[in-house]
């Protein structure tokens, strides 16, 4: 467990590193061990979480970041709606919205998995599922 917890840290080193916000005090945010029933609350609040509403295309990159750059999963789930969203009224993704799209499904499912011991190659469909159950 001890292994897979380091990983998952130095992937979400890597993530911040990516995203252009590595801080030393987000390393210990990092280290704060994810609660299960806190990971459950946010897959459930998923419907009810907004897009983010960009003002500027030219600065849509820089607002994925500043919305990402505190280490809040919620604010990841965000971006990845406004990604999802925007893919679709498109029919094409962006390669900006693909690099946070893959960074985030990622860094998130990572934290899910490690929370809930599900695997994340499975989170996808728990999502999907746990919220069906909640709307049925």
């Known amino acids: 467990l001890h292994e897979r917890y380091t990983a998952a840290l130095s992937q979400h080193q890597e993530f911040l590193r990516l995203a252009g916000r590595y801080r030393p005090e987000i390393l210990e945010a990092l280290k704060r061990r994810a609660e299960p029933k806190e990971a459950m609350e946010l897959i459930g609040r998923i419907p009810q979480i907004e897009t983010l509403k960009i003002k500027n295309e030219k600065f849509r990159e820089q607002e994925y970041k500043d919305c990402i750059s505190d280490y809040c999963p919620e604010n ?51 999502i999907e599922d746990h919220i069906h159950d909640m709307e049925s």
């Open 76 to 126: 990841w789930v965000k971006v990845l709606k406004t990604t999802y969203k925007r893919t679709k009224s498109r029919g094409s993704i962006t390669s900006v919205d693909r690099k946070y799209q893959t960074l985030l499904e990622h860094a998130l499912y990572s934290e899910f998995a490690f929370a809930l011991g599900i695997p994340a190659g499975q989170m996808p469909r728990f």
